[in-house]
């Protein structure tokens, strides 16, 4: 194993060890707070499929989110589905909801590239926005549908602690899984549509099945998190798939790290601590995100999951230097 990649290994290792002891030694607030930063570390990675490892920046990805929230509340509001053990398979039904979706999506964006799929997938987004606002007979509109519970089954999911290591189990299952998907042949030619998709083709991959597979599973990705994120506030509302969480999620992957999956989650840590915690503080949060970000993007392009990186190159740059600055005999 190589050093950056041992250093890597590393620091993911004591950032999930980390997650794991922290409800332990906080309060509740903090715990509603690292729920959600597990929620949209979910919806980042399902972001960071499509931006970090096939080169296209997707600007919808609040809709699926949406469908898939939409889906548990309405089963468990309506019809009472989702807080026992159907649980399980209303988080299923949300994966397959969230696919279904990004499948239509997928036939009108995927020949797209660059800022035409930013604004074709922009553009789509709004549209379960417009449905989630006008549909008033299943959504209730911009009252949004409340949950009356969480799921229960065998242990009650209603503490905030249980429900939290709840979703971090989910977050460690979407983890593991994606990292086996970016890794295995089919991820490495992501990599390479994204490097040259003209070479790809040339080379005999049929890179429209592999960018529409891939939008299929991020899509599937953002409804599961989507269920999670329903009994996180207990309300799904429009505000769920307005065009701000789609561009807050995007910059998540940006700030983390692009092609890393951690990253995204590291990035989510970062906007919500600030949105969340800073501006019960300070009325000025907005401008410390903005200089974390162009700080970040300056100086370190692969994101803050890159930051030993950086910092071991400034060490040898100072290292460098001070060799340079010693008398020769």
Known sequence: ??????????????LLIGLGVAPQLSNSYVVLLLTKVLVFGMLAMSTDLLLGYTGVAPMGQAAYLAVGAYFAAILGDR????????FLAVLAG???????????????????????????????????????YRWNSLTHGDNGINLTGRPACGISFVDPIAYYYLVFAAFLSMLGGLFLLVNSPFGRSLVGIRESEIRMRILGYNTWLHKYLIMLISGA????????WAYVNRIVSPQDAVLTTS??????????GPGSLVGGVIGAGVVLFLREYLSTQVTWWQYVLGIVYIL??????????????????????????????????
């Open 94 to 132: 949300g994966f397959i909801a969230g696919a279904l979706v990004a499948s239509v999506f997928g036939l009108i964006a995927v020949r797209s590239t660059g800022v035409y799929f930013l604004m074709i997938t922009l553009a789509l987004g709004m549209v379960i926005w417009g449905l989630a």
């Open 79 to 86: 019809f009472g589905i989702g807080l026992g053990c159907d």
């Open 247 to 256: 561009v807050d999620v995007l910059l998540m992957v940006i700030l983390g």
């Open 221 to 228: 990705c953002g409804g599961f998190a989507g269920v999670l």
């Open 1 to 14: 194993m190589t050093a950056p990649l041992r250093t890597k290994v590393l620091l993911v290792a004591a």
């Open 296 to 329: 970040t993007i300056y100086y370190m392009p692969d994101g803050l999951i890159g930051l030993p990186k950086y910092v071991k190159a400034l060490q040898r740059k100072k290292t460098g230097q001070t060799t340079a600055a010693l008398p020769s005999h």
